[in-house]
């Protein structure tokens, strides 16, 4: 299989031919490890906590030829009404959550939207300080 893919892409280059880019975005919380999963999914490593301000647009290639645009957003809460925006012309939606909080709002959003989504389980790092 992965050589018929890779005489596609050989010749879809030769010829000229570029494939499609697919939109995808990445939603969820802040905080849960949206942009470690893309940083580690581009083969860099991840140092700390920094919360992305709006989006981040990160474009993948994988090692088929099939391209991406990957839609990293903000989970942060003074960012969350622009998110709905982001996903006009995405071909599907990955939601991050912790195990934790259960993504309902998130889950509407993408129904609301008309878009397939799928769930993403992210480990829990630290549990909450139960007194």
């Given at each position: 299989?992965?050589?018929?893919?890779?005489?596609?892409?050989?010749?879809?280059?030769?010829?000229?031919?570029?494939?499609?880019?697919?939109?995808?975005?990445?939603?969820?919380?802040?905080?849960?490890?949206?942009?470690?999963?893309?940083?580690?999914?581009?083969?860099?490593?991840?140092?700390?906590?920094?919360?992305?301000?709006?989006?981040?647009?990160?474009?993948?290639?994988?090692?088929?030829?099939?391209?991406?645009?990957?839609?990293?957003?903000?989970?942060?809460?003074?960012?969350?009404?622009?998110?709905?925006?982001?996903?006009?012309?995405?071909?599907?939606?990955?939601?991050?959550?912790?195990?934790?909080?259960?993504?309902?709002?998130?889950?509407?959003?993408?129904?609301?939207?008309?878009?397939?989504?799928?769930?993403?389980?992210?480990?829990?790092?630290?549990?909450p300080n139960i007194?």
């Open positions: 299989m992965a050589t018929i893919d890779y005489i596609t892409q050989r010749r879809n280059e030769e010829f000229g031919i570029r494939a499609p880019i697919y939109k995808v975005c990445l939603i969820g919380d802040g905080g849960i490890g949206k942009s470690k999963l893309v940083s580690r999914l581009m083969g860099r490593s991840f140092d700390g906590y920094h919360p992305t301000l709006g989006v981040e647009l990160e474009p993948w290639t994988t090692p088929y030829g099939t391209r991406y645009n990957i839609w990293d957003m903000s989970g942060v809460d003074r960012f969350r009404g622009l998110a709905s925006g982001y996903y006009r012309e995405s071909k599907h939606i990955f939601v991050m959550w912790d195990g934790l909080r259960y993504p309902y709002n998130w889950i509407k959003e993408c129904q609301d939207a008309n878009i397939p989504y799928t769930l993403i389980l992210n480990t829990i790092d630290t549990l007194s």
